[in-house]
């Protein structure tokens, strides 16, 4: 529907009472898939103990920009990019830095439940033992219940935690041990991809209400096709278009008056 760009920088409104320092600070990041420029002159900031929801039609780069955070395009064929993405004043980028080291402190949760299949207890065992983590034994064990029940998912399987956990649970309760599972690394930042986008309401209602617990001790960062979704969750949302993030800023504004035309029409539901 738009595609004349009247600005190439986003209109950027800090959320208010914002004093510290963002704990990520991305500029100027473009991506190429091949010729295909897919994300164009990208920035944003990501604070401690917020969440920040992407939003924009299907195509507009927002998983490709989630993806830049934790460099799992690296494998990627024929992709470019450039730009600074800055964690806690590190670049990650940087030739020193260990891409499995870094991921490790992003947590990835997909918008289709993606459970190995193993059992419960080795899904959520796995990255603690990946990276050691855990000392021994009982501390892995205690590990495992701990990340369950920040998922909300203890109480519905501690009977049988080696059952299988891809045909033995539903959709709903395969993603919170997603989640579960992310955590299990003791991760930084949340990246959620969608996370809602293939459960049933009352499932979504209690990953929402995970979101809002867990950003109280972690930066969380959501790609999220509903609106009302965007609303109940996030700190500040960010607008993207056509490889471009238009606009950011905290969510009651965004919501009440966004700036650029794109965004108002996308919040409205004019398009998308």
């Known amino acids: 529907m738009f595609d004349v760009i009247e600005s190439t920088r986003p209109t950027i409104t800090h959320a208010s009472g914002r004093n510290s320092p963002p704990m990520m600070e991305v500029r100027g990041l473009n991506l190429w898939y091949g010729d295909k420029h897919a994300l164009i002159d990208v920035d944003f900031d990501l604070y401690s103990n917020e969440a920040l929801a992407f939003i924009g039609p299907s195509g507009c780069g927002k998983s490709t920009a989630l993806k830049c955070l934790n460099r799992m395009h690296d494998d990627t064929r024929d992709v470019t990019i450039e730009g600074s993405l800055v964690l806690e004043g590190e670049d990650i980028r940087h ?3 260990d891409p499995p080291l870094l991921r490790r402190r992003f947590g ?3 918008q289709k439940p993606n459970p190995f299949p193993s059992s419960i207890y080795n899904n959520v065992a796995y990255g603690a033992r990946l990276h050691g983590l855990m000392r021994d034994r ?7 219940e701990a990340c369950l029940k920040r998922a909300h998912l203890w109480d519905e399987v501690k009977d049988d935690l080696h059952r299988k956990a891809g045909t033995d649970l539903s959709g709903g309760q395969q993603q919170r041990l997603c989640i579960a599972r992310a955590l299990s690394t003791q991760p930084d930042v949340l990246l959620m991809d969608e996370p809602t986008g293939s459960i049933d309401p009352i499932a979504t209602a209690k990953v929402e209400d995970l979101v809002m617990e867990l950003k109280e001790t972690k930066s969380i960062v959501i790609i999220t096709h509903s609106m009302m979704q965007a609303r109940r969750v996030a700190d500040r949302v ?7 993030l238009l606009e950011i800023g905290p969510t009651a504004a965004m ?11 996308f919040i409205e539901g004019q398009f998308g």
């Open 108 to 110: 990835w949760v997909a």
């Open 255 to 265: 919501f009440a008056g966004a700036e650029t035309r794109e965004a108002r029409s």
């Open 238 to 244: 960010a607008y993207f278009h056509l490889g471009r």
């Open 138 to 144: 009982a501390e892995l064990e205690d590990h495992v």
């Open 95 to 97: 030739p020193d830095v």
